[in-house]
Each structure stands twice: as structure tokens, then as C-alpha cells.
């Protein structure tokens, strides 16, 4: 999924990518962000291009902002190498534009106006449709979401191969893995070792200063020990008002999977985050401090797979 951020901070309550994050999870597909991507001893433009290599699918959701110079390519942006290595590399490209003659598009004045590089947004969005693809254009999130999820399912229904397993399907959008992670062993064996001993629910949090690795230690964990979870999901706690809106939308997806293949044989991974970093939550959970309006902090429960 390619976007750039005031489609992430916008509009408020549910933004665009919150719609497309949805969107493609309810499809059954594992969503790779680029503002999920892990530090790595890379070039900024050759690490984004590997990952894009390795989709079966671009979504490209473009608005009027030119996004971020790539460090080492600063005449472009992120959006726009991820979209040309797709079309490189012979993905299937959904593209949904931002409509510009929309009344209300949530988003305010400061977020739509690109000074430094709005010139570079347009001729970008031009090309794209001069491409031959068919875009779609979208006003508010709803409108976005269903138009994404009825496009991979189109996509899917034309292309077998994009189809999920049937059974079990998972539910699942943890970040990419670190490919440069090292070290920890002990401290995940110990995790691993309390999560499946006994038969109650246990605690495990990941604490520490900012910067020492808990969000990457979490995400290791859940690719480390993915075979033994059906569910993993990953909650964005930058916008405290998205929580809860996560976490009702994991429990629908959960439910779709349950009435698909009568139940889940194993329970769900995840990792609540501290205020500012993502997490991941469910009944059976690592995680760590989530900061709650009032300063208090709600620990994530975890429980054994089975």
C-alpha cells in the first residue's frame, strides 16, 4: 500500500489508510506499508523497491501531496518509485485518486495544499492515468474502503492465485519482519515458554525506554512463532481514538474467519505499543504499555496457543 501521510492523520476518527488497512484485511491479504518498513542497513530507494517486488498486488492511494523525498532519489517521493517499480516488476496496480472537486474531503487546507511540491503531485497523478488504468476516486473513507475491497475481490475472482488459504484462513497484518534483527534469543524463548505453559491467561509486556527495540523485539516474536497463530493484529495507538475502532474491526474480521471454518484452532498474537509507537491486540497478546486518556496504561493479556 502506497500513501502519503495526511491520508494516515486524515480525516479524523477513521482516515483513508485506516479504510484501505480494512479494506485489504477483510480480503484476507497481509498489508505492506512503508511506514511499517523496519530499520535496515539499505538504501532507502532499493529497500522500497525489494518490498514492493515482493507483493502480488499495489494499491496506490494518491492526494494531493507530494509526500517525502526519498533520501538518496530526493527528486521523487516514496509514492512514486513504489508506483513505477510496480509497473516495472508487472503487479496488478489499483490506484484510487483523491477527488479534487469533492465539497468536503476531511482533510484541512494545510493538509491538501503541497507548496514545495504540489506541481510534482499533479503531473505524478497524471501519469498514472495516462498509464491506461482504470483509477477510482474517492471523497470520504467509506467510499474508499468499499472501493478497494470490491477491487481485490474483482482482482481475486480474475486471479486464483490472490486467493487466501480456505482453511484455516488467518487474520493477520503484522508489519514486515526486520531482516537485520539479531540477538534476543533468550528473552523470546522466555516469552514463547510462558505464553504456552499453563491454562490461564498471562501478562506479557515489553517495557523500556523509548528506542531500546520493544516494538521490533514484538514483531520478531510474532514471525519468529507465526505457525502457532491464526491471528495477529496490529493497532496503530498514534491515534487513541482509533483503539477501539481496531479492535472491533479485528473482531469482525475474526468473526468472518469463524463462520468460514466453524472456529480457530489457535489463539491470536499481538502487541499493544507504548503511546506513540503501534501494537498489536487481541485475547492472547504481547505487549506493552498503551497509554490511556488520563495518563493510565492498559496492559495487553496473553494467553496460551492451543
Same mark, same amino acid.
Given at each position: 500500500?502506497?500513501?502519503?501521510?495526511?491520508?494516515?492523520?486524515?480525516?479524523?476518527?477513521?482516515?483513508?489508510?485506516?479504510?484501505?488497512?480494512?479494506?485489504?484485511?477483510?480480503?484476507?491479504?497481509?498489508?505492506?506499508?512503508?511506514?511499517?518498513?523496519?530499520?535496515?542497513?539499505?538504501?532507502?530507494?532499493?529497500?522500497?523497491?525489494?518490498?514492493?517486488?515482493?507483493?502480488?498486488?499495489?494499491?496506490?492511494?494518491?492526494?494531493?501531496?507530494?509526500?517525502?523525498? +526519498?533520501?538518496?532519489?530526493?527528486?521523487?517521493?516514496?509514492?512514486?518509485?513504489?508506483?513505477?517499480?510496480?509497473?516495472?516488476?508487472?503487479?496488478?496496480?489499483?490506484?484510487?485518486?483523491?477527488?479534487?472537486?469533492?465539497?468536503?474531503?476531511?482533510?484541512?487546507?494545510?493538509?491538501?495544499?503541497?507548496?514545495?511540491?504540489?506541481?510534482?503531485?499533479?503531473?505524478?497523478?497524471?501519469?498514472?492515468?495516462?498509464?491506461?488504468?482504470?483509477?477510482?476516486?474517492?471523497?470520504?473513507?467509506?467510499?474508499?474502503?468499499?472501493?478497494?475491497?470490491?477491487?481485490?475481490?474483482?482482482?481475486?475472482?480474475?486471479?486464483?492465485?490472490?486467493?487466501?488459504?480456505?482453511?484455516?484462513? #488467518?487474520?493477520?497484518?503484522?508489519?514486515?519482519?526486520?531482516?537485520?534483527?539479531?540477538? #534476543?534469543?533468550?528473552?523470546?524463548?522466555? +516469552?514463547?515458554?510462558?505464553?504456552?505453559?499453563?491454562?490461564?491467561?498471562?501478562?506479557?509486556?515489553?517495557?523500556?525506554?523509548?528506542?531500546?527495540?520493544?516494538?521490533?523485539?514484538?514483531?520478531?516474536?510474532?514471525?519468529?512463532?507465526?505457525?502457532?497463530?491464526?491471528?495477529?493484529?496490529? +493497532?496503530?495507538?498514534?491515534?487513541?481514538?482509533?483503539? #477501539?475502532?481496531?479492535?472491533?474491526?479485528?473482531?469482525?474480521?475474526?468473526?468472518?474467519?469463524?463462520?468460514?471454518?466453524?472456529?480457530?484452532? #489457535?489463539?491470536?498474537?499481538?502487541?499493544?505499543?507504548?503511546?506513540?509507537?503501534?501494537?498489536?491486540?487481541?485475547?492472547?497478546?504481547?505487549?506493552?504499555?498503551?497509554?490511556?486518556?488520563?495518563?493510565?496504561?492498559?496492559?495487553?493479556?496473553?494467553?496460551?496457543?492451543?
Amino acid at each position: 500500500m502506497s500513501h502519503t501521510s495526511e491520508l494516515r492523520e486524515f480525516p479524523a476518527g477513521v482516515s483513508y489508510v485506516a479504510a484501505v488497512e480494512r479494506a485489504i484485511s477483510a480480503c484476507g491479504h497481509v498489508i505492506v506499508d512503508m511506514a511499517d518498513f523496519p530499520a535496515a542497513d539499505q538504501v532507502p530507494a532499493e529497500l522500497c523497491a525489494e518490498r514492493v517486488r515482493d507483493c502480488d498486488v499495489y494499491v496506490g492511494v494518491l492526494g494531493t501531496r507530494y509526500g517525502s523525498p +526519498v533520501r538518496d532519489r530526493s527528486q521523487v517521493s516514496y509514492t512514486e518509485p513504489e508506483f513505477e517499480t510496480a509497473t516495472d516488476t508487472g503487479l496488478d496496480r489499483l490506484v484510487f485518486l483523491l477527488d479534487t472537486g469533492a465539497a468536503d474531503v476531511g482533510i484541512p487546507l494545510s493538509g491538501l495544499i503541497d507548496l514545495e511540491f504540489g506541481a510534482r503531485q499533479e503531473a505524478f497523478r497524471r501519469r498514472v492515468q495516462d498509464r491506461g488504468l482504470v483509477t477510482g476516486s474517492f471523497a470520504n473513507p467509506d467510499m474508499l474502503g468499499q472501493l478497494v475491497e470490491r477491487s481485490l475481490r474483482e482482482l481475486a475472482a480474475k486471479r486464483p492465485g490472490l486467493q487466501p488459504l480456505e482453511h484455516p484462513r #488467518r487474520v493477520w497484518n503484522i508489519p514486515a519482519r526486520n531482516p537485520g534483527f539479531t540477538g #534476543r534469543d533468550g528473552l523470546l524463548a522466555a +516469552v514463547r515458554e510462558r505464553l504456552i505453559t499453563g491454562d490461564k491467561a498471562v501478562v506479557q509486556a515489553f517495557q523500556g525506554m523509548g528506542g531500546v527495540g520493544k516494538t521490533q523485539l514484538a514483531i520478531e516474536y510474532a514471525h519468529r512463532f507465526a505457525e502457532s497463530y491464526d491471528l495477529g493484529w496490529w +493497532v496503530n495507538s498514534e491515534q487513541g481514538g482509533l483503539i #477501539r475502532e481496531s479492535g472491533r474491526y479485528q473482531a469482525l474480521a475474526a468473526g468472518r474467519e469463524r463462520a468460514r471454518a466453524d472456529h480457530l484452532s #489457535r489463539t491470536q498474537l499481538g502487541r499493544d505499543s507504548c503511546a506513540g509507537r503501534r501494537g498489536r491486540a487481541n485475547s492472547g497478546r504481547v505487549g506493552g504499555d498503551l497509554a490511556q486518556p488520563g495518563g493510565r496504561a492498559q496492559r495487553g493479556r496473553c494467553g496460551p496457543a492451543r
